[in-house]
């Protein structure tokens, strides 16, 4: 506590023995006053100095929250870039895969147009053929015709009780919109009544062409009105085509009949 000068200058007037007693009153009172004024301080020192460790403690807590998610990201960066390379690899894998599945389409590409290529060429190669047997067959067709018109007649009125009036020739005779060239075409007469006789001359007939020869036979009877008789002649008739064209009730001659 500060003393005054006027205070200091009363106790020179006191006594010398009540003045050493009053001063170490005031040392005494200003040595209380400094440490009550430092435990105090202290007290304030202390409860900052807690508060800063609670602080300290909860920054600490913070901190170590703050790095466990750090670390928490730093893993999951390391399972993001682990994926990203997985995926950079399957990538890769992928785009390997459409290359050789591009190329693998341009070499099936190529061989489909060598493939195309080779079947124009057996297609041009089968035309040929086709046509050289259509020719081969067409010859032996009209030698098989030629034999007929002298040798059916006969074999007609022997065979059927047919006589036939003038001559069996080849001619074309309108079918709806079409000309159809019929192999034997020529009338006579069974028991008295006028009939038209219609052939079909093939090497080996097939049901196809017996189906077809039988639809002219139909429409050719039905619109010159007049009873037809069908008749097939070839050099061969398998097995079945004999039971097929003997259901329809069709006649038919083998080639080596004619010879006589």
């Not at 020739?169 to 060239?181: A, F, H, L, S, T």
């Not at 006579?188 to 079909?200: P, S, T, V, Y």
């Not at 007049?226 to 069709?250: G, N, Q, S, T, Y």
């Amino acid at each position: 506590m500060p003393v005054s000068v006027s205070f200091i200058k009363r106790l020179e007037t006191v006594d010398p023995q009540l003045r050493g007693v009053l001063i170490a009153m005031l040392e005494e009172i200003e040595r209380q006053r400094e440490e009550s004024v430092t435990k105090k301080e202290f007290n304030e020192l202390r409860d900052i100095v807690k508060e800063l460790a609670e602080a300290q403690k909860k920054t600490e807590a913070r901190v170590d929250s703050l790095a466990q998610r750090v670390e928490e990201l730093a893993e999951a960066q390391k399972r993001t870039e682990a994926r990203v390379e997985e995926l950079a690899e399957a990538q890769k894998k992928t785009e390997a895969r459409v290359n050789s599945l591009a190329q693998r389409v341009e070499e099936l590409a190529e061989a489909q147009r060598k493939t195309e290529e080779e079947i124009r060429i057996l297609v041009k190669r089968v035309d040929a053929v086709e046509e050289r047997l259509e020719g081969i067959s067409h010859s032996v067709g009209y030698s098989l015709e030629n034999r007929v018109y002298g040798r059916l007649p006969s074999i007609l009125r022997e065979r059927y009780g047919i006589e036939v009036d003038g001559r069996l020739v080849r001619k074309y005779v309108p079918v709806g919109n079409k000309n159809i060239q019929i192999n034997i075409y020529g009338y006579g007469k069974k028991n008295g009544k006028r009939i038209l006789i219609l052939g079909e001359c093939k090497v080996r007939p097939s049901r196809n062409e017996i189906r077809r020869f039988e639809k002219y036979v139909e429409k050719i009877g039905s619109d010159q009105g007049v009873e037809i008789f069908p008749i097939v002649v070839a050099h061969d008739f398998p097995p079945a085509i004999e039971e097929f064209l003997r259901e329809e009730k069709i006649p038919y001659i083998w080639s080596y009949e004619l010879e006589d």
